[in-house]
């Protein structure tokens, strides 16, 4: 059974579950573990080991009747194993009792944890090995006595020859006359004798030690017999050695342990502390003797602790704080090992967790975070849906009045109307731009654009806000850049428009000059630089960082322009999010100049493809029918007179639902114009439900959605749910036109 790197164990437990949870504390705990056997009662065992027993045996005495005495120390002597005797009752008597009984340990049920059970079983198992050691030595009589004869000077070592070679006889008959010599001189009567044996090339081929023992005489008497033992004490010496070694292991894990470990009375006073200790608690070793640790305890928790030490009740992983000698505190883990009954000592082993602690509370502050953010995500859409549905209505209805016999009154009241849609408009733009931003969730392209057409384009849109200035539009574009570049056409636009509109808007007269050049190139890709300066009221110089935060707006003699105070926000994290850097240098009433740079790629021109089809609106005049699902009267109303205003003889069909747009879908319509947020059945499952139809002339609709969730445009969104394409209100009606006219012109040309 035995197998020299493993330790085979037996538990004999009458309670099974008790037998079975030592097991499973054991089983894949150490490589050391080997064989566990499970058995009820100690007779069961000497029926199952007749020979030789397992090196570690666990046995259960319960209330330690005479029948258990007897049992323990049968099994005790019989086995020849370390006996760790177990009981459901912490009794000191009892314990005392299994020792007498030759038992070489005591456990307490539910007083221990799987780490220590394992160290005890290791510690067992070097006992055990060491003690067998000592007991072959005995057993094989390697002590032997000896006599000296004065008058013929003879050593008389027979006793000792069965165990030793000539060579280590001859050597001791010559220590055996010194050791008497020494004697008669009064010097020791013990002697501890180094016998070492050189093999080739003088290396030590074996090494004894060997205890020389004399039997007391008087001196003056001078006998001329003396008596005495020889003793091969070379098995105990490396013991010693080993014990020695095993000692100096745990001295150094005492040393080396980044856990702080201390030896302590359970009144606090320490008698010893390891380096890690010493730091945790914030003192030094020459302070150590003059501190009660439990000083160091926080008055909370650590009361709780410094009663169940008084009681020495089990500690186990109980988290404390530590308030050191400086005032900072730590948090740690404490256990306990308590000594023996009558000892007033301890053993604390601190785990200092300050630092997880610390990541925890980041942890936990992030996932606020996130849930806060995630919140505001949804208020701010949620808000933007529940705006963008009314100014459908106001945009469409306003654009359909303009369009009407007005006196000049009438029309400046609509056209205030408008110009105030577009400025909430603008600002749900901000706030929605600013959130996903802020949320990560801004996806950038990467494809080919003209920026001659992007900067003239800015140009000729500006040129409308300084119609009523004394300020000019300029432009300067470096000819070394390349013509087409490939990046963010969109935000590249949207940065250039929030910049260039700021300036405009805070410019009076002067000029307004938007510059573009080639600061360098690698290989495909160069970088751009940017500036548009101004001539206006210039930023103070306490506020030129602040302008590119939240909602900053600059107040200006009394005046507050308007807008969010988001634009330039905005306009400095798209940058960033690119790897670019944006800067301002400005000088109140002289005028401000922004800058930003940018890596962007070399593009290729393409060639536009040829057509041999005429452009939509002659190859098909106009959509014959088109279906509208929407819920809000309103936004019903404005969509269909939108589009039988361009369209007099279009059949429109109107569905309050999904559920309804499900019931009255036919393969005659041209466009289904789908909202997204709807009673009953949403415009998602109504898609979904279209898409799955089983005529392929319905399940193929051209279906656009027609909503007020600006998010419908982050990225390819509306793919995902098998839309052709989106119309966020409220929508310019040219692009309302322009889109259902794409769809037919495609639809056609599959045909």
């Known amino acids: ?53 397992p090196e570690i045996i666990f046995m259960n005495i319960g209330a330690f009747s005479e029948d258990q005495i007897e049992s323990l120390e049968k099994l005790v002597h019989q086995s020849q194993s370390y006996v760790i005797a177990t009981s459901d009752i912490d009794d000191h008597s009892l314990a005392e009792k299994a020792i007498r009984a030759g038992a070489q340990d005591f456990l307490v049920k539910g007083q221990f944890t799987s780490e220590e059970l394992i160290k005890m079983v290791e510690l067992a198992h070097i006992k055990h090995r060491r003690d067998k050691k000592i007991r072959w030595a005995q057993k094989t009589g390697k002590l032997a006595a000896w006599s000296y004869q004065a008058s013929t000077q003879l050593v008389d070592l027979s006793d000792a020859s069965i165990f030793l ?27 501890e004798i180094p016998y070492t044996l050189a093999g080739d090339d003088d290396v030590v081929k074996e090494k004894k030690y060997f205890l020389l023992h004399l039997e007391p005489f008087s001196q003056e008497s001078h006998p001329d017999i003396i008596q005495g033992t020889i003793q091969d004490i070379s098995e105990r010496k490396k013991t010693l050695e080993l014990q020695e070694e095993t000692h100096q292991k745990y001295m150094d894990i005492f040393a080396n342990s980044s856990d ?18 010493l730091e945790i608690f914030g003192i030094s070793a020459d302070s150590m003797s003059q501190t009660n640790l439990h000083h160091f305890f926080d008055p909370k928790k650590g009361h709780e602790v410094l009663v169940d030490i008084g009681y020495k009740k089990p500690i186990k992983n109980r988290e404390i704080e530590i308030i050191r000698k400086d005032g900072s505190v730590r948090n740690c883990l404490i256990s306990v090992v308590y000594f023996s009954n009558e000892s007033d000592m301890y053993t604390g082993i601190l785990r200092d967790i300050t630092e997880r602690k610390i990541a925890e509370k980041i942890k936990r502050t992030r996932l606020l975070e996130l849930e806060s953010n995630q919140l505001k995500e949804k208020f701010i859409a949620a808000i933007s849906h529940e705006m963008r549905t009314p100014m459908n209505a106001i945009v469409g209805l306003s654009n359909l009045l303009l369009d009407t016999s007005l006196n000049d009154e009438q029309r400046g009241y609509l056209k205030s109307i408008h110009h105030s849609s577009e400025q909430l408009l ?72 929030n910049l260039a509109g700021n300036a405009v808007k ?10 573009c050049s080639l600061l360098g190139q690698s290989g495909d890709t160069v970088l751009v630089k940017f500036s548009i300066a101004d001539s206006g009221i210039g ?11 939240s909602f900053t707006r600059i107040k200006y003699k009394e005046r507050i322009f308007e807008g969010t105070g988001l634009g330039l926000a905005i306009s400095k994290n798209l940058i960033e999010q690119q790897g670019g850097k ?11 100049t922004f800058f930003f740079d940018m890596v962007l790629e070399i593009g290729e021109e393409t060639t536009p493809e ?69 009673p009953v059945m949403d415009g998602y499952a109504a898609t979904k439900a279209i898409r799955e139809h089983h005529n392929p002339n319905i399940s193929t609709l051209p279906i656009l959605a027609m909503t007020a969730d600006a998010q419908i445009q982050e990225g390819d969104k509306y793919l995902k749910y098998h839309l052709d394409g989106f119309i966020v209100k409220p929508f310019d009606p040219s692009v309302l036109y322009e889109k259902i006219l794409a769809h037919l012109n495609r639809t056609h040309a599959k045909l």
Request: glycine fraction near 4%; include cysteine; aromatic fraction near 6%.
């Open 260 to 277: 702080g470990i201390y030896l302590s009375t359970v009144l606090g006073l320490p008698k010893e502390c390891n380096k890690s200790g």
């Open 1 to 53: 059974m035995e197998n020299r790197n493993t330790i085979d164990i037996l538990i004999i437990d009458d309670t099974a579950a008790d037998a079975r949870l030592f097991q499973l504390m054991l089983e894949d705990q150490s490589p050391l573990i080997g064989d566990i056997t499970l058995l009820t009662g100690s007779q069961a065992a000497f029926r199952t080991f007749t020979d030789q027993f």
């Open 426 to 497: 603008g600002i749900l733009n901000d706030i929605l731009d600013i959130s996903s931003l802020k949320n990560g969730k801004i996806v950038f392209e990467n494809k080919n654009f003209d920026i001659h057409d992007l900067l003239h384009n800015i140009v000729h849109n500006l040129s409308y806000k300084v119609a009523d200035k004394d300020v000019r539009l300029e432009l300067s574009i470096d000819p070394q850049l390349p013509k087409i570049l490939k990046g963010d056409k969109l935000r590249i636009n949207q940065i250039l428009y």
């Open 539 to 549: 930023i103070p110089v306490e506020k030129q960082k602040a302008i590119f935060d």
């Open 610 to 678: 040829t057509h041999t089809q005429q452009p939509s609106e002659t190859l098909i005049i106009h959509p014959n029918r088109i279906m509208i699902a929407e819920d809000n009267k309103m936004n019903q109303l404005v969509a269909r007179k939108l589009l039988t205003k361009r369209w007099p003889e279009l059949e429109i069909v109107i569905a309050n639902n999904g559920q309804e747009a499900l019931d009255l879908v036919d393969e005659h319509f041209d466009v289904i114009l789908m909202d997204l947020y709807m």
């Open 582 to 592: 944006i800067w301002v240098t400005s000088k109140p009433n002289e005028g401000s």
């Open 165 to 191: 070679s000539e060579a280590q006889l001859d050597f001791l008959r010559v220590e055996v006359v010194q050791a008497v010599e020494d004697a008669l001189a009064g010097k020791s009567w013990k002697k």
């Open 506 to 515: 805070f410019t009076d007269k002067g000029f307004v000059r938007i510059n």
